[in-house]
């Protein structure tokens, strides 16, 4: 079962950096699919939990040079 994540993700200033987000955590395995949202400065993850982890998520996130504030986990 996939499981979402929803990261609230400081430094996002414009589309490009959704895009870089998006593109980075497009490369995780077991990642299924990533909403990245400048303006609230929100991501969203659905990923499969036995192929990765909230935590990689997280990682990938701040070494593509932005910060993580919160993260809420979940499915909704
Ligand atoms: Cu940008």
């Given at each position: 079962m996939p499981e979402q994540l929803l990261l609230q993700v400081?430094?996002?200033?414009?589309?490009?950096?959704?895009?870089?987000?998006?593109?980075?955590?497009?490369?995780?395995?077991?990642?299924?699919?990533?909403?990245?949202d400048h303006g609230a400065g929100e991501v969203r993850v659905l990923f499969d939990p036995e192929q990765t982890s909230a935590e990689a998520i997280g990682d990938a996130v701040s070494a593509a040079g932005y910060e993580i504030n919160t993260t809420l986990e979940g499915s909704r």
């Amino acid at each position: 079962m996939p499981e979402q994540l929803l990261l609230q993700v400081g430094g996002m200033t414009c589309t490009g950096c959704e895009s870089r987000v998006q593109k980075v955590l497009g490369r995780l395995e077991g990642v299924r699919s990533t909403t990245a949202d400048h303006g609230a400065g929100e991501v969203r993850v659905l990923f499969d939990p036995e192929q990765t982890s909230a935590e990689a998520i997280g990682d990938a996130v701040s070494a593509a040079g932005y910060e993580i504030n919160t993260t809420l986990e979940g499915s909704r």
